[in-house]
């Protein structure tokens, strides 16, 4: 294995994770950096739904299950909340190469 790929000769083998592709013999560098990017994105994900999604559709629910006319302070709340999180979308998103 040539230095700088991985493994023990290269020194830069790293711990290994469960469930997280390693680099070593085998596995093309493509493939590592696109299980990356699917790795970026899914925290992204759960960060989006954990940090804004979730309280918006609890709000969101609440207009839909109110009996009488929902409050034009709920309706700007969830409107708010829905810009907070297009808003957050770039910073959650991992940056491309510069």
Known sequence: MAAGHGGPEGGQGGPE???VAQEGPGVPKDLLAAVAVAEALWDA???LAKGHLLGTLRLARGL???LGVPSAT???TV???CQDATA???GLLPR???
């Open 64 to 66: 839909l299950v109110t």
């Open 45 to 47: 994900s759960a960060c």
């Open 74 to 76: 709920t309706a700007v």
């Open 79 to 81: 409107a708010q909340r």
């Open 17 to 19: 994770v469960p469930g």
């Open 96 to 98: 491309g190469p510069q």
């Open 88 to 90: 957050a979308l770039p």
